[in-house]
Every structure is written in structure tokens, then in C-alpha cells.
């Protein structure tokens, strides 16, 4: 054990040296939680929308009247002699609602009334939520004439749990806490293990009397340590910035943190071995820790929408079970028996990370 401690103690006293490392392994993680976690959302508003009235009575304008009012949608005027198509072509509105004549006499005598929205379909994702909000806020005015057929015989009393507000920002923000975990402890340990091969003196190592295992657990406690104090750090910032706070047993996420950031220091110490070249090996993390973990881990969209054909490698991905237990913790409070599978599962493969790279650096262990 003491000379584990001895080469953790080193690794971090030539990273408290390098004051640009120690910046890039506290102060950038933050900087990027906050700034990822606040600014980036899939919630869709302000939505420029032009109404064409070829109604132009009371009931037509109050139809226009609960799409302004609506906080989706913004309504642009639309110009004398100018169709919605030529509004719609020039990308100036992302929808077109043309009310058609006859409106008000036609819902008067409880007749079916059509109203045409014309939809920009470039991007399907807003495609779809403007149909949805539309074709809401026209059910909702259409229960509002009180017209018997059009009272459905059952309603649906919706409840939100976990996040009622739906605010992006306590979705986004602990998946952005797992992605600075993946990415900076993971550069610092492929760097730490890679500068030792690029500079040569991984030769010193070789001759003397440190064994692989005591030589890898030092660089990975050393790795632990700072991604330990980038959680503290990250988890003030749930505190403060996010407005988020443990809602169950922290446990299961202090337990998932250790061994997500010894998977994750063990994964740099094995592309730093494999790769003697700092440039390289940072590449390399660059796609097992930041890509992997940014497309594969639910972060950003729900694993089940992932296509089947690489749905697979996310059961490879850490990312995935880890951030299942931090949402857990700040979210839904559900525990061990929620989420034991999911620590299981990243200290499943933080030990494989940590077998192979024993593998690649055991030859030091060869008698002469």
C-alpha cells in the first residue's frame, strides 16, 4: 500500500504543479456543466406562425386569438396581396394557419368545419410538436364552444411526476454532470499513463521492483481523486444552479461515483498504456469518453430510440448505467432497489478496464 500511495501522491503533486492541468481537471468540468446544462434544450417556443382569416368574424378572431395567447407560438402579420405559401417558402414562418369562409356559420350550425395548417417539415422533430400544439389548442377551443360533440365522454387527468415543471435544465443537468466525469478524469489518466511512454521514463519503472498492480492502482488513485473532487464540485453546482437536491438514500450514488470514476480512470490508464503518445491516446478518450457517452448513454434522447443496430454497444457504454443512478438521485429517489443493477453493471466493467490494462503493463513483472 505505501507504494501505491507513493505513486498516487506523485501523479497528483505534478498535477498540482501544471496549473493549466489543474484547471482543465476542476475548473473546466464545472464551466462546461453549467454552460451545457443551461443553454442546450429540446423545448420548442416561440414558434413563428402566420394566421390567414378568410373568415373575419368574432369566432374566427377568437380562434386566432388562442393561438397568440399560446406560449408555443408566435404570430407574425401577414402582408397585404401575400400568401402563406411565399411567407412559408422564404422561411419566415415555420406554419401557416389559413381559418377558411364561412367559419363562424359553419360551427354555428354544429356542422364539421376544417382549418388548413401548413406545416415546414424540414425539421420533423418541430414538424411534429407544432401539429401536436396546434391540433391541441384547437381541441381545447373546440371543448370551449361547448358543442355537445365535441365534449369527449372521457377525460384524462394527466399528472406529471419527478420534473412537473418539465425544465429542461433538471433533465440536462445531471447527464452533464456523467459527461464531464467521463471526459476529463479519463484525459488526465490516458495523459498521466502516455507522457510515461512518450518521455521514456516508463523505463524506471521497468527496472525497478513496482509491480504492475501497484504501479496501475497508483495512477488510477491519483485519477480517483481528482474525479472525486470534480463530483463534489458538480454536485454543488445540481445545488445551486440547477435547483436540484438528493431525493432518496445517496448511496446508491456515492457508490455508483466511486466506481464510475475508478472505471473511468482504469479506461485512461489503458488507452495511455496501449498508446505511448499523448496525442493519440487523448484522440482515443475522445471517442470512448466523450462520443460513446454523449450518443449511446441516454443523455441526450432515450436509449430505446437508438436504432437496434447500435442500441447493442450502449450495454458497453458506462455512461448509460451511471446516468441512470445520478438522475435517480436528483430525480426520482427510487434507491437501491432501483438502480443496484446499474452499479453492478459499471463495476462490471470498470474491472475488465482495469484486467486489461494490468495485461498490457504486467511485463514489467518478467524476470530477466
Known amino acids: 500500500m505505501r507504494r501505491i500511495f507513493a505513486q498516487a501522491?506523485?501523479?497528483?503533486?505534478?498535477?498540482v504543479r501544471d496549473r493549466l492541468a489543474l484547471g482543465l481537471a476542476l475548473v473546466l468540468p464545472v464551466a462546461l456543466t453549467a454552460l451545457m446544462g443551461t443553454t442546450i434544450s429540446l423545448t420548442v417556443t416561440d414558434i413563428p406562425i402566420v394566421i390567414q382569416d378568410l373568415d373575419q368574424t368574432p369566432l374566427s378572431r377568437q380562434y386566432a386569438d388562442a393561438f397568440r395567447s399560446s406560449l408555443t407560438f408566435r404570430v407574425v402579420a401577414l402582408p397585404p396581396a401575400t400568401s402563406p405559401e411565399k411567407l412559408l417558402a422564404a422561411g419566415r414562418v415555420r406554419a401557416a394557419l389559413i381559418v377558411p369562409e364561412h367559419f363562424m356559420r359553419e360551427v354555428r350550425r354544429a356542422r364539421p368545419t376544417q382549418t388548413q395548417l401548413l406545416v415546414d417539415a424540414t425539421d420533423s422533430n418541430t414538424a411534429k410538436?407544432?401539429?401536436?400544439?396546434?391540433?391541441?389548442i384547437t381541441r381545447a377551443?373546440?371543448?370551449?364552444?361547448?358543442?355537445?360533440?365535441?365534449?369527449?365522454?372521457?377525460?384524462?387527468?394527466?399528472?406529471?411526476?419527478?420534473?412537473?415543471?418539465?425544465?429542461?435544465?433538471k433533465f440536462y443537468g445531471p447527464g452533464f454532470l456523467v459527461l464531464g466525469l467521463s471526459i476529463f478524469p479519463t484525459v488526465l489518466a490516458a495523459l498521466a499513463m502516455s507522457r510515461e511512454g512518450e518521455q521514456k521514463t516508463i523505463l524506471q519503472v521497468y527496472v525497478s521492483s513496482i509491480s504492475a498492480h501497484e504501479f496501475l492502482l497508483g495512477k488510477i488513485l491519483a485519477g480517483m481523486a481528482i474525479g472525486l473532487t470534480q463530483c463534489l464540485l458538480a454536485v454543488g453546482l445540481m445545488y445551486t444552479l440547477f435547483g436540484l437536491h438528493f431525493v432518496g438514500d445517496p448511496t446508491p450514488f456515492v457508490a455508483g461515483s466511486v466506481l464510475f470514476v475508478f472505471c473511468m480512470a482504469?479506461?485512461?490508464?489503458?488507452?495511455?498504456?496501449?498508446?505511448?503518445?499523448?496525442?493519440?491516446?487523448?484522440?482515443a478518450v475522445a471517442l470512448g469518453g466523450f462520443l460513446l457517452s454523449f450518443l449511446l448513454s441516454g443523455l441526450i434522447f432515450p436509449v430505446e430510440n437508438i436504432p437496434d443496430a447500435l442500441r447493442w454497444i450502449s450495454n458497453l457504454v458506462q455512461a448509460r448505467y451511471y446516468v441512470v443512478v445520478v438522475r435517480d438521485a436528483f430525480l426520482q429517489g427510487g434507491g437501491w432497489p432501483?438502480?443496484?443493477?446499474?452499479?453492478?453493471?459499471?463495476?462490471?466493467?470498470?474491472?475488465?478496464?482495469?484486467?486489461?490494462?494490468?495485461?498490457?503493463?504486467?511485463?514489467?513483472?518478467v524476470k530477466a
Do not use: C, H
Not at 129 to 136: D, E, F, H, I, S
Not at 141 to 153: E, N, R, S, V
Open 266 to 283: 482504469a479506461f485512461g490508464s489503458l488507452v495511455g498504456g496501449a498508446i505511448p503518445n499523448q496525442a493519440a491516446a487523448v484522440q
Open 9 to 15: 501522491r506523485k501523479e497528483l503533486t505534478q498535477l
Open 141 to 169: 377551443f373546440a371543448l370551449g364552444l361547448g358543442q355537445p360533440d365535441t365534449t369527449p365522454l372521457i377525460r384524462t387527468a394527466t399528472r406529471l411526476w419527478f420534473n412537473p415543471g418539465r425544465e429542461p435544465r
Open 129 to 136: 410538436l407544432v401539429r401536436g400544439n396546434a391540433a391541441q
Open 338 to 365: 432501483a438502480v443496484w443493477w446499474a452499479v453492478l453493471a459499471i463495476g462490471a466493467i470498470g474491472s475488465v478496464f482495469y484486467v486489461l490494462a494490468w495485461r498490457s503493463m504486467r511485463r514489467m513483472q
